[in-house]
């Protein structure tokens, strides 16, 4: 019994089984709780503490990584969610920290505002996002906690914690990518930008072709995202549109699926009936293709300067051992930021990401990707499958014992760590 003189199930939820989005990870906790409020969010914390309960905070699951199970108290976001101010004087806006990032655009939008960038999925919570390194594609564009300057969390001890660029920034940089460890995120404050509209194009090009062209091509947009598709069934395990016809390769298997993106004034009617291009609000036109919850992801960031030898060892490695790998392979860059766990901390970055079908064992496969990426000092996205622990990270992350020495100043008794989170960064 809890002080309150209630049974703790009776305050924390039912005991039940998660599962992430593709059910890669799977987890029976020990009681699942949807707080509505701060307040109420807040009082989960202080009643699990009293029951010597660790707590950890579900999204919409779309995490790979064993990072939200637990045995203790799972916190659904599901109902912390809303846009709790727009400052037009700052240019900022503070988010609940549920609040699914495709349910942001169109409010920012009617404000005159909109987000800097987002990912290639507009689904998960903003929470989930920023807490794992989610980003999405430019050369001068930061993953998505970068615009961040201030955070609430209900802290280890039941409290409201505060932390922003102008109190704490150093505690700023190891919150914004923490994985759930400084708390449960009730609500982040952001830099906004101006509303823009988004021009995009796509077509198709050999491999030798892209990487030719890649660096300029960088240089030139402001985003590029780039698919290498293995056979001619690839694209459409990503539901990838048909580019056919579309530059100058004819070819339907060892291909790029490519895509820039760029800010423009025209109106959507002057692409309008041209395959392959597209022009709207930026909140509808990043996303661009969903891939389906039907596989497994594993994304590294390498130097920039590195990327496109890695990208050449990941198609050399797929074409001579493993040919039975036909995922589409991505590559994106990301630019650099001070985020101490961030996996772009001070370096301008390309994301090479590997993928796998639900359900099949593609360790293997992994392994071999993360010995390339490993050449480089790649460092491995936080909600995506990796291998890697506590000592590589520690080599990896210039700040890890800095971030560790103030989770541990936060969370003394460890209350936000599973087990393998504990085994990382206790």
Known sequence: MNELGKPPSSVLGPSLIWRNWVSNQVSRVGHFAMPSTDEEACALVEIAARNGLTVRVVGTGHSYTPIVATDGVLVSAERLT????????????????G????????????AG???PNQGDIDLQTISGAISTGTHGSGDNIQCLAGPIVGMRFAGSDGQILEVSDEKDPETLHAAKVSVGMFGIILSVTMKLVPAFDLH????????????????????QNRSVRV??????HSASLFSLPDTLGLGRTRNVSDVCEMRTLNVTTASADTVAGKRGELIGPSYRIFPGSIPMPNHNE??????????PDVFRAIRKLVQTKHPDQI???EYRTVAADDIWMSPYYQRKTAMVSVAGGAGEDYWNFIHDC????AEVGGRPHWGKLHTLGRERIAEIYPRYQDFVARRRQFDPEGRFLNAYLRERFS
Do not use: M
């Open 82 to 97: 809303g846009i709790e101010a727009i400052d037009a004087e700052r240019g900022h806006v503070t988010l609940r920290g």
């Open 298 to 307: 594993c994304e590294y960031s390498v130097p920039y300067e590195d990327g």
């Open 200 to 219: 995009d194009k796509i077509w198709r090009a050999d491999f030798d072709e892209c990487l030719d062209e890649l660096d300029g091509l960088c240089r």
């Open 99 to 110: 609040t699914r990032i495709c349910d942001v655009g169109p409010a920012l939008r009617a």
């Open 113 to 115: 505002w909109a987000l």
């Open 327 to 329: 995922f589409p392979v």
């Open 370 to 373: 993360e010995a390339i990426f």
């Open 227 to 232: 698919f290498w598709c293995p056979t001619e």
